[in-house]
C-alpha cells in the first residue's frame, strides 16, 4: 500500500504580469521554497517566453524538487481562461490573439498545467493558504489599478459556462454614472473603487474644495496614496474621497453578498492600505442595502498573504485544487 | 449484483405557499403521477400541518409507488433553509419563529426530506426536466408578486454558507431609488420588475400621460395585466412601462452575468406574459452593460415547466440532487 505523502508534494506558481512574471515553488503549507522572475514583455512569441521560463525554471526545480513530486503547474494571468487553458486578447500582454498557453506549458516542462486569471488565483490561495482556510463560500476583491474579483461557493470557483465568471469590477453600482476610461460603461465598480477610479474622484473633490490640502500636491501625485496621506493629517476632502469610495464599494458589496451569502469577504491590493478610511464607510452601506438576513453576518476582512508572494501561491493553489 | 433503477424511483414534492399547498409523486422524468393540494393557512400548528399532508399522501403513495422506490421528499418553501432543514420567520406562513420542518416530515413520513426556498427549487426543476436540461450554470429568475433567483454553477444550487444565497430580487439596481413596500430597501430590481412593481410603475406613468387607455381602468385594475392589454392595444404609455422594466431587469441581469457567467437565464412567472415588451429591453439592456466577453453569449429564455406544476417539480428535484 502506498500513500500519498503531501508534505512532499511541489506545485509550480506562476504570475504573469503585463511587465514581469514572477514564480515559485511552493509546497501544500504554501511555503515557497524558492522563487524567480523573467520579464514579460521582452518576448515577441509565447514560445520564446516559455523557453525563457523553462531555462530558468528547470535548473530550480531540479535542485530543489529532488527527493520530492514536481505535481504540475498553475498560472494566474490576464485573461486566462481555465477551460481552455488559454490566454486570450489580453490587452496588456505582447501577445496577440489566443494562445494555447498551457499546452504549450505541459509540452516543454512535461507537467499538467492549469490557469486562470490573477484574481481567481487570489482566491484559491486565499482559501489554501491564507485568510480564507477552512471557509468554503467566499468573495476575494483586489483592489488595486483594477478591480478584480474569485468568487467561492461551496468550497469550489465559480467558472461560469465560459470560465470568464468573476467580474466584479465590471459590475454596474451607479447605472449612467462614471464613464470607464477602457471599457466605456458607465458607473462601474472599478470605475470608483480602482486606484485610477480613487485618483478621478480626488482630481474631482479638490477642485471643488480649494482650502483641501490636495490641491499642494500635482496632478500626477494625485493617487490613492496621495490621499491617503492627506487624510492621515485630517483633511476632510481626502477623508471624503475615501468615504465616497467605501460607499460605492459597499453598495456593490452587498449586491454580491445576495447573491452567493459568503461567511466573507477578502479585500486585498493597493487600495486597502487607507484602511478604515474606506473599510467603515464600506461595512456601513453594505449592511444599509442588504437584506435583515444577511445584515452582521459577512466578515469583511484584510488578506493575510503577503502581498509580493500571494499571486505565486494563488497560482500554485490551482494544482491542488480538486 | 443490483442495479438502481432509476425509473422506479419516485419523489414527493411538495410547494408550500400562503394560503395553499400542492404536492406530487413525481418520477425521474418529470412525469407527476399523482397530485393534490390542501390549504396552509388552515393549521394552527405545523404538525397539524404535516399530519393533514400525511392524511392525505399516505393513501396516494401506498397506490402509486407500488413496486417502485419512494426515495424522499423535497420541500420548496418561504424562508426555507437548506442546511439546516428548517422555516425561519416566513412572513407570509401562519407558523412562527424557526420551524424545524424537514425532521418533523422525517418522524411522521419515514423519508428523508431536504427543502429550499421556491425559487431555488424552481431552479434546481428547470435544471432536471426543463428548459435547462444539461445546463450547468445558469440563473432562474421567477418574476411574479415577488422577484425570485436561483443560481446553479458548475452544476450546482448556490445555496452559501448559510443557505440564504440567491436573493437577486433585493440587489439594488438604483441606488437611491424607489423604496420597496416591505423592505425599506431603496431601488431594488423587486420594486421595479415583480408585478407589484409594475402596477406602481405604471399608476405613476399614467398620471403623467392623461392620454393613456390606462386611465380608462379603475386604480385597482392597474396591474400587469392590464397593462399587458393596453400595450397590445400599442398604448405607448403602456409600452413604456414594460421598456422600463424591462431596461430595470436588463441592467440587473448584465451585473448579474459577470457575477457567474451563465450560459442562460431563465425567467418565469406571470410578469414574462408581457413577452417581447419586456424581454426585448431588457435584452438590449443587458448586452449594453456587459464586457465585450460576455456579449452575445448569454440565451434569454423563459420556462418550459407548466406555471401549475413547476413548483412541485422543482421541490421534488431535491430529491435527486447530488
Chains 1, 2 share one sequence.
Not at 55 to 64: F, G, S, T, V
Not at 154 to 183: C, Q
Not at 290 to 302: M, S, T
Request: charged share 25%; glycine share 12%.
Amino acid at each position: 500500500m502506498s500513500l500519498v505523502d503531501l508534505s512532499k508534494q511541489v506545485a509550480l506558481g506562476i504570475d504573469i504580469g503585463g511587465t514581469n512574471t514572477k514564480f515559485g515553488l511552493v509546497n501544500h503549507r504554501g511555503e515557497i521554497l524558492v522563487k524567480g522572475s523573467i520579464p514579460t514583455d521582452e518576448f515577441e512569441t509565447p514560445e520564446e517566453f516559455i523557453d525563457a521560463l523553462y531555462e530558468k525554471i528547470q535548473p530550480m526545480a531540479d535542485e530543489y524538487c529532488e527527493g520530492k513530486e514536481f505535481e504540475g503547474i498553475g498560472v494566474g494571468a490576464p485573461n486566462a481562461n481555465y477551460y481552455r487553458g488559454t490566454i486570450e486578447q489580453a490587452p496588456n500582454l505582447p501577445w496577440k490573439g489566443v494562445i494555447n498557453f498551457a499546452d504549450l506549458m505541459t509540452e516543454k516542462f512535461g507537467k499538467p498545467c492549469k490557469m486562470t486569471n490573477d484574481a481567481n488565483a487570489a482566491a484559491l490561495g486565499e482559501m489554501m493558504y491564507g485568510a480564507a482556510r477552512g471557509m468554503k463560500d467566499f468573495i476575494m476583491i483586489t483592489l488595486g489599478t483594477g478591480v478584480g474579483s474569485g468568487i467561492i461557493a461551496g468550497g469550489h470557483l465559480i467558472y461560469g459556462h465560459d470560465g470568464f465568471a468573476g467580474e466584479l469590477g465590471h459590475t454596474i453600482v451607479k447605472p449612467g454614472g462614471r464613464k470607464h476610461w477602457s471599457t466605456g460603461s458607465e458607473g462601474s465598480l472599478e470605475a470608483y473603487a480602482s486606484a485610477t477610479g480613487i485618483s478621478i474622484t480626488a482630481k474631482k473633490m479638490r477642485a471643488e474644495f480649494p482650502e483641501s490640502v490636495l490641491n499642494q500636491y500635482p496632478e500626477e501625485e494625485i493617487d490613492s496614496k496621495t490621499v491617503f496621506e492627506c487624510a492621515k493629517q485630517g483633511d476632510p476632502t481626502a477623508i471624503e474621497v475615501f468615504r465616497y469610495t467605501g460607499q460605492k464599494l459597499g453598495e456593490a458589496l452587498a449586491n454580491f453578498v445576495m447573491f452567493s451569502s459568503p461567511e466573507a469577504i477578502l479585500l486585498f491590493g493597493g487600495v486597502i492600505k487607507a484602511g478604515d478610511f474606506i473599510l467603515k464607510p464600506a461595512k456601513l452601506h453594505m449592511e444599509r442595502n442588504l437584506l435583515p438576513i444577511f445584515r452582521n453576518k459577512v466578515k469583511l476582512v484584510f488578506s493575510e498573504l503577503d502581498e509580493a508572494d500571494a499571486a505565486i501561491l494563488g497560482a500554485s493553489a490551482l494544482v491542488w485544487e480538486k
